[in-house]
């Protein structure tokens, strides 16, 4: 009762503040002078309607990699993956650069993945939903950054919104069935990404429903939330636990922004539960061994810090300043995450200001998906994603 009653809350809330207006983003108000810059659109992957692919961890916990299936896996994922790479590099450049060649890009590989109704189908396995779940989620925000380029068709902007919604229905569609199931992946950090990808959809496709959907994923992350910051399953996965932790904590922040974009504060949610969950994630970064002596295991962490683990806080941070996070956030030499969009939006200072400015950002040669990328690369590029740290 108490959760249904926050739901409605937040419902009401919602619906009285935006009855008529168009939903925002956290890029709503950023100004990008467009330029006739060049840039060089990657062609779009091989496209498919379904996707199977089999896991790659060997153990009960889900933390022992098996090189050979992980392999695979790369291999299978790599067309969905790589076009939400290619459209938020290209959605980074619009922003950083200007260039309508950049911005054209996003939408023509967006488009096309539309026409062919890429990986919408539904899925024969669990994995399937979950690479659909990370390309509605990296796709839709980096749509956001571009919709007010003026540069897509009316048409093409139709075929994009009704895709984003067809995937939108399958990934709701598969959790919705597993939160009926006590311990399912619908009680983890897929679902929080699920709630990203689908309120991520709802703000690009004006669908309150969806965005509502996505919110209380958002509340099921809050609620999971034990007292010293921890999170129940995440902490189960043995060598992985503080990796997953990051990785939740990265799709509910990013949540959170979708909603501060919307006049909506949901980083008081359960008391300010985020918080906590920031405030132990920070300290296993800090000291792993704060993780290890709770799991019994040494934790697989890289040896530098990235988009994935830290990316994050560019926004937490604009509203929740904090030393010991800023330090850590100066380490990283990226904080861009395809998953969520690219570089993540820099927040207004309070949540009552709307504004945002600009991620410097580079767009690096378009490396395989198993090429690692992570040595060398400037703040605010693309290394491709780590295996399996892009992964839930």
Not at 137 to 154: D, E, F, I, P, Q
Not at 159 to 188: C, E, H, K, M
Not at 190 to 201: R, S
Request: glycine share 10%.
């Amino acid at each position: 009762m108490k959760r249904v009653a926050a739901q409605c809350v937040l419902f009401a809330l919602f619906t009285v503040g935006l009855q008529a207006q168009r939903m925002r983003s956290p890029w709503e108000e950023v100004k990008t002078a467009s330029t006739d810059g060049t840039y060089e659109c990657p062609a779009p992957p091989a496209f498919a309607k379904k996707l199977r692919t089999e896991g790659y961890y060997t153990d009960k916990q889900y933390s022992v990699i098996d090189p050979k299936k992980l392999a695979a896996f790369n291999a299978a994922t790599e067309g969905p993956t790589h076009l939400g790479q290619y459209v938020t590099r290209a959605a980074d450049a619009w922003l950083s650069t200007g260039s309508r060649a950049a911005a054209a890009c996003a939408y023509s590989l967006l488009a096309a993945a539309a026409e062919a109704d890429a990986w919408d189908g539904k899925m024969p396995q669990n994995n399937g939903v979950y690479l659909q779940n990370w390309m509605l989620s990296g796709t839709a925000m980096a749509y956001l950054k571009v919709r007010n380029s003026h540069v897509g068709t009316a048409e093409q902007d139709g075929r994009i919104l009704r895709w984003f919604s067809l995937v939108g229905t399958r990934v709701r569609d598969y959790f919705d069935l597993q939160r009926t199931r006590p311990g399912s992946d619908a009680w983890n950090n897929h679902m929080y990404w699920a709630g990203l990808a689908v309120a991520a959809q709802g703000v690009a496709c004006n669908d309150r429903n969806a965005f509502l959907w996505g919110m209380a994923a958002y509340r099921m992350g809050v609620d999971a939330i034990q007292e010293d910051g921890s999170l129940v399953a995440e902490m189960n996965r043995a060598g992985m636990a503080e990796h997953y932790q990051l990785y939740a904590l990265g799709a509910l922040v990013m949540l959170a922004e979708l909603a501060a974009a919307n006049g909506i504060d949901v980083y008081s949610e359960g008391g300010g539960a985020i918080h906590r969950l920031v405030k132990f994630s920070v300290a296993g970064l800090e000291d792993p061994r704060i993780i290890e002596k709770r799991t019994g295991v040494r934790q697989n962490l890289p040896e530098q810090i990235g988009g994935l683990e830290i990316g994050w806080a560019v926004p937490y941070l604009k509203r929740f300043p904090d030393e010991r996070l800023s330090a850590l956030l100066a380490k990283a030499q990226w904080t861009a995450f395809w998953q969520w969009g690219g570089a993540p939006p820099e927040a207004p200072a309070t949540t009552e200001s709307r504004s945002s400015a600009d991620e410097s950002v580079t767009a690096p040669p378009h490396a395989s998906a198993e090429s690692g990328g992570d040595v060398g690369i400037p703040r605010g590029s693309y290394p491709e994603a780590r295996d399996p740290a892009a992964r839930g």
